[in-house]
Nanobody
Framework: QVQLVESGGGLVQTGGSLRLSCAAS????????MAWFRQAPGKAREFVAA????????YYADSVKGRFTISRDNAKNTMYLQMNSLKPEDTAVYHC?????????????????WGQGTQVTVSS
């Protein structure tokens, strides 16, 4: 398994930006897919974005496409989520996850390691 620690959450106004980071340890970082999920109070966990292992490739939920950018720095064992044009509906706890393999997937069950999460709150 992989140990994951998120950081970078906070309170921001509508239209603002935040960058989340996810530091990983315990497995060869560049070999597996990574993803961001989020969970708002009273709602199910929701896929946000994912990035492939081994080769380039990203995938986004429609709700964040064009506003969020996922990236990874394999030399630093870190994944990022740049969030721009934030909206109140983006308010949630954001979790990073490490995949079982290299392929991108939106299903939580395809990820076997999870971070504790970081709170993102967007005020209107």
């Amino acid at each position: 398994q992989v140990q994951l620690v998120e950081s970078g959450g906070g309170l921001v106004q509508t239209g603002g930006s935040l960058r989340l980071s996810c530091a990983a340890s315990g497995r060869t970082f560049g070999m597996y897919a990574m993803a961001w999920f989020r969970q708002a109070p009273g709602k199910a966990r929701e896929f946000v974005a994912a990035i492939r292992g081994r080769i380039d490739g990203t995938y986004y939920a429609d709700s964040v496409k064009g506003r969020f950018t996922i990236s990874r720095d394999n030399a630093k064992n870190t994944m990022y989520l740049q969030m721009n044009s934030l909206k109140p509906e983006d308010t949630a706890v954001y979790h990073c996850a490490a995949g079982r393999g290299a392929a991108v997937t939106t299903r939580p069950e395809d990820y076997d390691s999870w971070g504790q999460g970081t709170q993102v709150t967007v005020s209107s």
